[in-house]
């Protein structure tokens, strides 16, 4: 085996491949880059059991710079020729590998390094997932997507189920929702091209999915997913993001949300969470991370407060758009309501109410259909 490339081209391709490479594995073989090439090109492979990434580097693409002189595979040891390459003197690599001792020769310059590669045909393979009906994605919406859900997937081994994030496909659309049991995500989108038959109800782990958000950049299109019956592929243009599927079956959610409100009101997203940051600056600083807010419709007035009997206390007046209901005193984890109020922007959102220890709704005040953020309230008497 036997090629030369563009070393920047390379790196990149290479730092996708990486983030699915564990530093430890009880499986050796995965601490390993796979290389394969033949005369259309070079595939790089990275895994960890849980997520494999696959990427490749066109022969045909003048920016690879690719000229390949011997086809070939080997695996070599990711951390250290991962370091090797991001290090060397000249734009332009040369990687040989000895196809009896596995030796593999990197030269660039005038700099040589040599390691000892495996074999390629001890590494797993990849899943063939060639689905008959696969969705398409536009990378943008999916990466705004992942953000909003992602944030109330459960961090707790306990119940392995909540980790992830439930898709559930009909009817041409896509609902995706999370939650730790504290606060809940749910995010929907229309998927017009999809046929109305094509049902999938899927489990992807949380982790999988951020690890997935941060390769899709803003100049991506759209972006193919398919499923099987453990595994979901996302394909990247030449780049394939592979991820199980989390076993078991995910709780119902729907009846969590609450479908109307004794109490509401209409906040500018940013304003709120500017006001939420300076309270839990004194609740972070107690033993109980808590935030108060007072509602008064008739003095059309809004109190946010957090008490510390340590350090001391803060109060503050709000700005709101609208108040209407009932009064309501609520107490609730500040770090739950930052998160999710992050997750809608600079929109006007509507919070709604139903009683001081009933789960309570944040909602887009323009759009009530396709987004939803949920968080139970903290009993504080």
Do not use: C, W
Not at 144 to 161: F, K, M
Not at 236 to 252: I, M
């Amino acid at each position: 085996m036997q090629f030369t490339i563009n070393r920047n081209a390379f790196i990149k391709k290479l730092n996708d491949v990486s983030r699915a490479i564990a530093a430890k594995t009880t499986i050796p073989i995965l601490s390993g880059l796979r290389m394969e090439l033949t005369q259309a090109g070079l595939t790089l492979t990275g895994s960890n059991s849980d997520i494999s990434i696959e990427s490749f580097l066109s022969a045909n693409d003048e920016k690879n710079a690719l000229l390949v002189t011997e086809p070939g595979a080997i695996v070599v040891p990711a951390h250290i020729f991962s370091e090797i390459t991001k290090r060397l003197p000249d734009e332009t690599m040369t990687i040989q590998v000895n196809n009896e001792t596995l030796l593999t020769t990197i030269t660039s310059g005038q700099s040589e390094f040599n390691i000892n590669g495996s074999d390629a045909n001890t590494y797993p393979h990849l899943p063939d997932i060639t689905a008959e009906n696969q969705l398409t994605l536009n990378a943008n919406v999916l990466k705004e997507l992942i953000s909003q859900v992602v944030i109330a997937v459960s961090n707790q081994e306990t119940r392995p189920i909540l980790t992830g994030v439930h898709f559930i496909i009909n009817d041409g659309k896509l609902m995706a929702v999370a939650t730790d049991s504290h606060r809940l995500a749910q995010r929907k989108l229309e998927l017009g091209e999809l046929p109305k038959d094509v049902e999938y109800d899927v489990v992807i782990p949380g982790k999988s999915l951020l690890e997935l958000s941060r390769m899709l950049t803003d100049n991506m299109n759209d972006i193919t997913m398919r499923i099987s019956d453990k595994q979901v592929l996302f394909i990247l243009g030449d780049t394939s993001f592979y991820s199980q599927l989390l076993p078991g079956k995910y709780p119902d959610t729907t009846r969590l949300i609450p479908t109307s409100a004794n109490t509401t009101i209409e906040f500018e997203a940013r304003t709120l969470l500017a006001a939420i940051e300076r309270a839990s600056l004194m609740s972070h600083a107690g033993h109980n991370n808590i935030v108060r807010l007072v509602l008064n419709p008739e003095q059309q007035s809004a109190v946010l407060s957090s008490n510390s009997p340590e350090i001391g206390k803060v109060e503050e007046n709000l700005a709101f758009v609208s108040l209407e209901g009932a009064s309501l005193d609520i107490s609730f984890n500040p770090d739950y309501m930052k998160d999710a109020l992050r997750s809608f922007g600079q929109s006007t959102i509507t919070i709604g109410f139903t009683a001081a220890l009933r789960p309570f709704t944040l909602e887009p005040s323009e759009d009530h259909e396709h987004f939803i953020q949920l968080i139970t309230p903290v009993r504080t008497a």
